[in-house]
């Protein structure tokens, strides 16, 4: 089983920057398509992005689509979520999870996922 750490969370102001990652350990990276959720307060978790396991295919919901991208890096071991033109909505604590069952297609369902990351705060002043 692989184990995540995220890192890179922090507080930005609106219309600013941030790099999440996440890294991997325990089994081979590449055997996991990995996404990135988020939860607010008050608020159910909610999908972000998607990465297939050799980051040829991706998804984003809408509301991140042109300003979040994710990416991959399996000789690190490592996942990204850039994260661009930030807004206060986006303020969350951020989760990265893996997927061992698919191949092609990232998932967009929490219930798909075997394994999350502990979370990195992310806060966005306006």
């Known amino acids: 089983q692989v184990q995540l750490v995220e890192s890179g969370g922090g507080l930005v102001q609106a219309g600013g920057s941030l790099r999440l990652s996440c890294a991997a350990s325990g089994r081979t990276f590449s055997s996991y398509a990995m996404g990135w959720f988020r939860q607010a307060p008050g608020k159910e978790r909610e999908f972000v992005a998607a990465i297939s396991r050799l980051g040829g295919n991706t998804a984003y919901v809408d509301s991140v689509k042109g300003r979040l991208t994710i990416s991959r890096d399996n000789a690190k071991n490592t996942a990204y979520l850039q994260m661009k033109s930030l807004k206060p909505e986006d303020t969350a604590v951020y989760y990265c999870?893996?997927?061992?069952?698919?191949?092609?297609?990232?998932?967009?369902?929490?219930?798909?996922?075997?394994?999350w990351g502990r979370g990195t705060q992310v806060t966005v002043s306006s």
């Open positions: 999870a893996a997927d061992s069952g698919s191949s092609y297609t990232p998932q967009v369902s929490p219930q798909v996922y075997d394994t």
